[in-house]
C-alpha cells in the first residue's frame, strides 16, 4: 500500500477560511513534502520539511511533522477561490525514491 | 525557461505494440522519475534515476522499462502495453539532495 494516507479525501470550504490536510506515513523519511495538482496537470511543488524539522512556514502556508507520530499537517491560511486543487504529500525514504498520498481535492467557494 | 517536457501529450495505442513516451528536462538535475497516476490512487513511481546509467526500481515497475544515457533524458518503454497500462503519466526531475521534483505536464495514455 501507499507510503502516506491523506486525510480527509475531501474538503469544501468558503472562502476566507481555513484549510487543514493531514498526511500520515508508515517508515522513517528524509524529508517531507506537499505538491498541489490542478485539475490533472502537472503537479507544482509547494514546501519541503525535512526529518529534524517541526514547522515550516512559506506564505499562506503552514506545515508541520511530528516524525513520533509519522504524520504531517498542512495549513492554507486565508483561503481563496484559486486553491481549488489537489494537494498530495510525498516522503522522500532514500535518495530518489519518493511515495506520494492518495491526494485532498479542495474546493474553495467563493 | 526551466522545465519538464514530455512528449507524446495523448497517446492512444493497441494491445501489444511497443511505445517510448519521451521525458527531458533543462536543469542538469541528477535524478528523475516516472509516476503513474489512477484515480483514487495517488501517483505511484514506476522507476527513478540517480544519475546517468543508474536506474532503480519504484513501486510498480512491471511492464516497464527505462533508460538513462544521457542526463537530461530519461524515456519510459513499454515493450508490450496492456490495458492495465491506460494511465495518466508524469516525469519529474530534482537535483541532488534537493528533494523538490519538478514535474512535466503528463502524458494520457490509453490502451485498447
Known amino acids: 500500500s501507499q507510503q502516506g494516507e491523506e486525510d480527509p479525501q475531501a474538503l469544501s470550504i468558503q472562502e476566507g477560511e481555513n484549510a487543514t490536510m493531514n498526511c500520515s506515513y508508515k517508515t522513517s523519511i528524509n524529508n517531507l513534502q506537499w505538491y498541489r495538482q490542478n485539475s490533472g496537470r502537472g503537479l507544482v511543488h509547494l514546501i519541503l520539511i525535512r526529518s529534524n524539522e517541526r514547522e515550516k512556514h512559506s506564505g499562506r502556508l503552514r506545515v508541520t511533522l511530528d516524525t513520533s507520530k509519522k504524520s504531517s499537517s498542512l495549513l492554507i491560511t486565508a483561503s481563496r477561490a484559486a486553491d481549488t486543487a489537489s494537494y498530495f504529500c510525498a516522503t522522500d525514504v532514500r535518495a530518489g525514491k519518493s511515495t506520494f498520498g492518495d491526494g485532498t481535492t479542495l474546493t474553495v467557494k467563493p | 525557461e526551466a522545465q519538464v517536457t514530455q512528449n507524446p501529450r495523448y497517446l492512444i495505442t493497441v494491445t501489444g505494440k511497443k511505445l517510448t513516451v519521451t521525458c527531458s528536462q533543462n536543469?542538469?538535475?541528477?535524478?528523475m522519475s516516472w509516476y503513474r497516476q489512477d484515480p483514487g490512487l495517488g501517483l505511484r513511481q514506476i522507476y527513478y534515476s540517480m544519475n546517468v546509467e543508474v536506474t532503480d526500481k519504484g513501486d510498480v515497475p512491471e511492464g516497464y522499462k527505462v533508460s538513462r544515457k544521457e542526463k537530461r533524458n530519461f524515456p519510459l518503454i513499454l515493450e508490450s502495453p496492456s490495458p492495465n497500462q491506460t494511465s495518466l503519466y508524469f516525469c519529474?526531475?530534482?537535483?541532488?539532495?534537493?528533494?523538490?521534483?519538478?514535474f512535466g505536464p503528463g502524458t494520457r495514455l490509453t490502451v485498447l
Open positions: 536543469m542538469n538535475h541528477e535524478y
Open positions: 519529474a526531475s530534482s537535483l541532488k539532495g534537493r528533494g523538490e521534483q519538478f
